[in-house]
């Protein structure tokens, strides 16, 4: 079936710094991949939404300037967090359908997540 | 917006009984995809049951059925035959048809008892 990579599954980062997350479509082409935090024993709070080749829709209240989408190419998807501080120590989580239907369920692949952890 | 509601943060259940978890659901669309996701202590999120909106079966997958109403926009999971692997944290999730995210709800939590 449909598999997302996502790494690191873990990280842990002073505060200040950038942490970049992958998230790769390894037996299907995402042309639109969604970036989901989860805080602990909450839900998925949905983050952004990345076309690939175009620039990513930020929901409400998400800083685009602190959470910068790439989504170069139709297998590749990346979440980096600028100039991290402790209240953005979350679960992040990726996800993305198989846009051709052969391996769609019509609900999406995740990503294992990342926990990460700014100290 | 669409918003999906658990009442249920927390439910149990005898190992081999069966247990229902409630969702509801507010959209005014009419075409949309309904799904049940279970999450275990890994965090991975693993899709358990989905339905369509334009069928009035309701589906099924081996111990797991759901309960579709949709003009009462309801749509229970139902476990049959529980297993203490399936002890986990279960989201309903909802999406609009097309290229369009999830709407999760807030989850209820699952013990499995032996």
């Known amino acids: 079936g449909a598999v997302v990579s996502q790494h690191p599954s873990r990280v842990i980062c002073k505060s200040g710094t950038s942490v970049k997350i992958e998230c790769r479509s390894l037996?299907?082409?995402?042309?639109?991949m969604f970036w989901y935090r989860q805080f602990p024993k909450q839900s998925l709070m949905l983050m952004a939404t990345?076309?690939?080749?175009?620039?990513?829709?930020?929901e409400q209240g998400v800083e685009k300037d602190k959470f910068l989408i790439n989504h170069a190419s139709l297998t590749l998807s990346t979440l980096t967090v600028t100039s991290a501080h402790p209240e953005d120590s979350s679960f992040y989580i990726c996800?993305?359908?198989?846009?051709?239907?052969?391996?769609?369920?019509?609900?999406?692949?995740f990503g294992s997540g990342t926990r990460l952890t700014v100290v | 917006a669409q918003t999906v509601t658990q009442s249920q943060p927390e439910m149990s259940v005898q190992e081999a009984e069966t247990v229902t978890l409630s969702c509801t659901y507010d959209t005014s669309e009419s075409d949309y995809y309904l799904f049940w996701y279970k999450q275990p202590p890994s965090r991975q999120m693993i899709l358990v049951i989905r339905q369509e909106a334009y069928k009035q079966q309701n589906a099924t997958e081996n111990r797991f059925s759901v309960n579709f109403q949709k003009a009462a926009k309801s749509f229970s999971l139902k476990i049959s035959d529980s297993q203490l692997g399936d002890a986990a944290m279960y989201f309903c999730a909802y999406r609009n048809s097309g290229n369009t995210p999830l709407v999760f709800g807030k989850g209820t939590r699952l013990s499995v008892i032996a």
């Open positions: 037996d299907f082409q995402a042309t639109t």
């Open positions: 990345s076309n690939e080749g175009s620039k990513a829709t930020y």
């Open positions: 996800s993305a359908r198989d846009q051709t239907g052969t391996i769609s369920n019509y609900g999406y692949t």
